[in-house]
């Protein structure tokens, strides 16, 4: 079984050598082409349909958890009606940021597998966990996906409110990122985070 | 029963009917002069008060108000927003005013390490301000122990 197998890849590796007779090589060219076009262009569109809102909340670890929790927040609802949605702030806009990121994704799919988060109890049980993993990402990339729409250099501090124009000319001065500060916005901290961070962190 | 008593009993029933309906006519609901089938006014919406410094207290016990507005801002067993700023362990960073020691103690007078659970939710006391009117008029006056 094995050394036919092993037969059929050497006759194709022998066939994929060797020039074509057949074909012209005009006729390859365009097929190639358009092959290509189509191949990656099925690539993109099958990947962007991953990068809806739909596609998130289809889990119900997603919807019933922190989708649920950031409907009661600013970035669902607020004033001018622009929404930021789970991609935004998840999934890098540049195109290998992304792919990395997508990549990373099957460990997500692998635990929905396992049913890592599957009740309410599992999900807090892990929240702290979760959130560090989310936390230590933007920190490390400088809160970019935050950046995509709020940038410090395009803020007017002269319209901001008393404590926002204090601490943000402050932090920045720090060079601290937008997370170091703005944890907990679209969902729920882990359990009694506000009262005391570092007595909440421990209890990992 | 004679006839001329029997005139005078209808025609007083009458006028009392009349005069009750005259009356009910003047009562006005609480929604306003509307006819059931007519849509009511629609409610003037209230707007929190923006970001201000802290507001005098106007009797000597009065639970501080709040000078900010606390929209969204959620307190459930696990969550309390308010405490990302007031709080002990983060007043100092935030630089907002930190909670008060009366609220460490427990109902049998025992001192806790942090927030007792009957002090934990905060909006049962404190509460922000909006544009609104009072509902009903009075002539309160802020105790005289409160310098202005």
Known sequence: ?204 | MKKPTLIAITLIMGLIIQLSQAVAGDVTSLRGNHNLDQASKNPVVKHWQEDQKPILREFVHQPPLIPHTVEKYKITMNHNKCLSCHSWSNYGESGATKISLTHFSDRDGNDLANVSARRYFCNQCHVPQANAQPLVENTFKPAGIIRR
């Open chain 1, 1 to 204: 079984m094995s050394s036919e197998k092993n037969n059929f890849i050497s006759c194709m590796w022998e066939i994929m050598k060797k020039p074509s007779t057949h074909y012209s090589l005009g006729a390859l060219l365009i097929i190639g082409f358009v092959a290509g076009i189509i191949f990656w262009g099925g690539f993109n569109t099958a990947m962007e349909a991953t990068n809806t809102e739909e596609f998130c909340i289809s889990c119900h670890e997603m919807e019933n958890n922190v989708y649920a929790e950031y409907k009661d927040t600013i970035h669902y609802s607020n004033p001018s009606g622009v929404r930021a949605t789970c991609p935004d702030c998840h999934v890098p806009k540049q195109w290998h940021h992304k792919v990395i990121r997508k990549i990373k994704a099957s460990n997500e799919l692998f635990h929905k597998v396992l049913g890592t988060v599957d009740t309410p109890e599992k999900f807090e049980a892990k929240r702290l966990k979760l959130a560090r993993s989310v936390w230590s990402t933007m920190k490390s990339t400088d809160s970019r996906e935050c950046r995509n729409c709020h940038d410090f250099k395009s803020m007017d501090y002269v319209k901001q409110g008393r404590r926002a124009v204090s601490s943000h000319t402050k932090g920045f001065d720090k060079g601290k990122t937008c997370i170091d500060c703005h944890k907990g916005i679209a969902h729920s901290l882990p359990a009694m985070y506000e009262e005391d961070p570092s007595a909440a962190m421990a209890a990992e």
